[in-house]
């Protein structure tokens, strides 16, 4: 197993850890608790898009196993809990009647949460919009949704704003728009380039128009956005590839800092679009711009971009995960000091950072040390980021355990906790005790 060495000098005491989860992955459902159908429901249900043919019926039966699920995280000694509240479970119609039944089950995970010593983050979208707002204004390709959106943050930031430590308003607002909507390849499904483009639009201006409606009704909790970001790399330094990377940069990361920071989109990104930019109201990038108390970035890998024919692979010098995902530990230490340099930014969480990985089990244990490796190196070139000026507060794992991977069902683990999907019996990982191992002798500096 790769050596411990915790915990990094240059992460300050006052420095959060913690593990991430969203609804859809992992809560499922049960008889009569009042939760309404979401996209990925009906995507799920749609022959060929998930691998594995499988749903989010029971997933992690999240549900019912929540106060044991609170207790490993209590066991795990995080600070903190990332989760999303399931739109359709609290508001089945995406508009309209609240489900009681759906927020006792939040206002009880924050019970625990709290009665734990662990601070709770939720984030109001992660991806499980109401199925009937998208059959009856055609989802986030109408502004009608944006202002639902805040309707419903402004709901839960009345119930839960006091208890709660965060509320983001979108999870990686990139991939709703591109793979939900230009690929196909996430729910709903579409595939058009233009209709993607405007739908990251309305989701932007669902966020600004969510952050004053939370305000307004006075959230004492800390409020921003988490996107994701997967810094792109030319192969070699060619006009061709640099241009590419360029125009992929554009698309990825200032594609949504710029008009979060700047009020503006990027322009070389909308001459590229060309016909395919977004139709935008008068006030719509003043509403955007909204002042955050707190930036959350998901970075996983990089995106290496080669126009060369045949195209020159990355490098992967530590390897790939189980997603084929290069694992790149510095870029991570270079993507937080590009952000800070670019864009001075408020204080950042790594919200989700993580691997994929076979794992198996070996006489009851989980001997994941490719997971505990690419642990120790990314907490690592977080530390190096803070040690060159990066303001990075806290760092989620994800995900706490093995869960349901969108399109490609259960067969992907990125759990800290294996998961058995025929008795969802939870098994802690050789990551899960090197995690709460690292933690503990954190803990000890304070």
């Known amino acids: ?106 206002d009880r995970l924050i019970d625990k949460l709290l009665e734990a010593g662990i ?75 233009a209709t993607s483009i405007q739908v990251s639009h309305h989701l932007l201006l669902s966020h600004g128009l969510a952050m004053t409606a939370m305000r307004a009704v006075g959230a004492k909790a800390q409020l921003g956005i988490v996107v994701n970001h997967t810094p792109a790399v030319a192969a070699e330094k060619t006009p061709s590839d640099l241009q590419a990377a360029r125009i992929a940069d554009g698309l990825d990361v200032r594609w949504y800092m710029d008009p979060l920071f700047r009020g503006a989109y990027p322009a070389d990104a909308i001459e590229y679009l060309g016909a395919d930019a977004p139709k935008i109201e008068a006030g719509d990038m003043a509403l955007i711009r909204q002042p955050m108390d707190y930036l959350g970035i998901n970075l996983y890998t990089r995106n290496w971009i080669s126009t060369s024919d045949p195209k020159i692979p990355a490098p992967a010098p530590n390897g790939v995960n189980d997603m084929g995902w290069e694992i790149v530990p510095d870029i991570l230490t270079q993507h937080l000091i590009r952000v800070t340099r670019d864009y001075m930014p408020p204080p950042i969480m790594i919200t989700e950072n993580g691997m994929a990985n076979a794992d198996t089990v070996v006489d009851g244990e989980v001997p994941d040390t490719a997971r505990v490796s690419y642990l120790q190196s990314h907490l690592e070139a977080v530390s190096k980021a803070v040690a060159l000026g990066a303001d990075v507060r806290a760092y989620f794992y994800w995900s706490l355990l093995d869960n349901f991977e969108w399109d490609s069902g259960y067969v992907k683990r990125f759990g800290l906790f294996r998961v058995d999907y025929d008795t969802q019996k939870r098994t802690p990982k050789a990551s899960a005790h090197w995690y709460r191992d690292f933690i503990a002798q954190h803990k000890s500096k304070r």
């Open 1 to 106: 197993m790769t050596s411990t060495k915790f915990p990094f000098p240059s992460l300050p005491a006052s420095f959060k850890f913690g593990a991430a989860t969203s609804s859809a992955q992992i809560e499922g459902t049960s008889p009569g608790d009042g939760k309404g159908p979401s996209i990925w429901d009906k995507f799920c249900a749609t022959p060929g898009k998930i691998k594995d043919g499988s749903n989010i019926d029971v997933a992690c039966n999240h549900l019912n196993l929540m106060p044991e699920d609170v207790e490993r995280l209590k066991w795990l000694g995080v600070d903190s809990y990332r989760f999303s509240i399931a739109w359709p479970r609290v508001q089945p119609l995406g508009q309209g009647a609240w489900n009681e039944t759906g927020f006792a089950f939040y």
């Open 119 to 193: 601070a709770p983050h939720a984030t109001l979208f992660h991806w499980d919009l109401p199925q009937a707002l998208q059959e009856t204004v055609g989802g986030w390709q109408s502004r009608e949704t944006c202002h639902h959106f805040a309707a419903y943050a402004a709901e839960v930031a009345r119930r839960f704003g006091d208890r709660l430590a965060t509320i983001a308003t979108h999870n990686e607002p990139w991939c709703t728009a591109t793979l939900g909507y230009e690929t196909g390849q996430f729910a709903p499904g579409l595939k058009n380039r």
